[in-house]
Nanobody, 116 residues
Framework: EVQLVESGGGLVQPGGSLRLSCAAS????????MSWVRQAPGKGLEWVSA????????NYADSVKGRSNISRNKARNTVYLEMNSLKPEDTAVYYC?????????WGQGTQVTVSS
């Protein structure tokens, strides 16, 4: 069974930083690309970032480009999203996502709130 468990969210002041983690299990982690997606209050899902299976290729939404870094640790079956210079508009529930055999899997999400 594919499982994704996010952690690392919380309340942070504008300009602060957070590192989100997503622990994966139930599939061969090293062979699948991973993504982060977020949902702000009252809004739809917004793709944030993705990393390929080997970790050598990454992509970012314009809204977080230059302020974020996605990475993965094969030994720990974990993908990370480090976010810096956080803004109030980054407030959202952040979800980890993987597509395995054409089926999308999601974690339960971790809340990030950027506020003074």
């Amino acid at each position: 069974e594919v499982q994704l468990v996010e952690s690392g969210g919380g309340l942070v002041q504008p300009g602060g930083s957070l590192r989100l983690s997503c622990a994966a299990s139930g599939f061969t982690f090293s062979t699948y690309a991973m993504s982060w997606v977020r949902q702000a209050p009252g809004k739809g899902l917004e793709w944030v970032s993705a990393i390929n299976s080997g970790g050598g290729s990454t992509n970012y939404a314009d809204s977080v480009k230059g302020r974020s870094n996605i990475s993965r640790n094969k030994a720990r079956n974990t993908v990370y999203l480090e976010m810096n210079s956080l803004k109030p508009e980054d407030t959202a529930v952040y979800y980890c996502n993987v597509q395995v055999r054409f089926v999308d899997y999601w974690g339960q999400g971790t809340q990030v709130t950027v506020s003074s």
